[in-house]
């Protein structure tokens, strides 16, 4: 089971950092990937971070400006993200798959709950 948090309503140019834990399986050896959904909109792809931490991808829109991270001791990953922009205002989802990253949330198996970001201008 993965455990979204973090989420909440923070102002344009702030700061947040969401946190997905794992219990109940060890996600040490699997891809994890963020992901989000605004309302009316198709889910879509923010990162992800190879079992190692060596390896990450970002979609462009949001290097420079997120930074994905795990803890494999905690079996956590985050989703650092700051200066966010109202147009970041999603449900934030963690997701785990064994194997090659990816971008696409159908490769992914294991989901959270989702998190809600809120960003004011």
């Known amino acids: 089971q993965l455990q979204a948090s973090g989420g909440g309503l923070v102002q344009a140019g702030g700061s947040l950092r969401l946190s997905c834990a794992a219990s109940g399986r060890t996600v040490t050896d699997h891809v994890m990937g963020w992901f989000r959904q605004a309302p009316g909109k198709e889910r879509e792809f923010v990162a992800t971070i190879s079992w190692s931490g060596q390896t990450t991808y970002y979609v462009d829109s949001m290097k420079g400006r997120f930074t994905i991270s795990r803890d494999n001791a905690k079996n956590t990953v985050y989703l650092q993200m700051d200066s966010l922009k109202p147009e970041d205002t999603a449900v934030y989802y963690c997701?785990?798959?064994?194997?090659?990253?990816?971008?696409?949330?159908?490769?992914?198996?294991?989901w959270g709950q989702g998190t809600q970001v809120t960003v004011s201008s």
């Open positions: 997701a785990a798959r064994r194997t090659l990253s990816s971008r696409k949330g159908t490769d992914y198996p294991y």
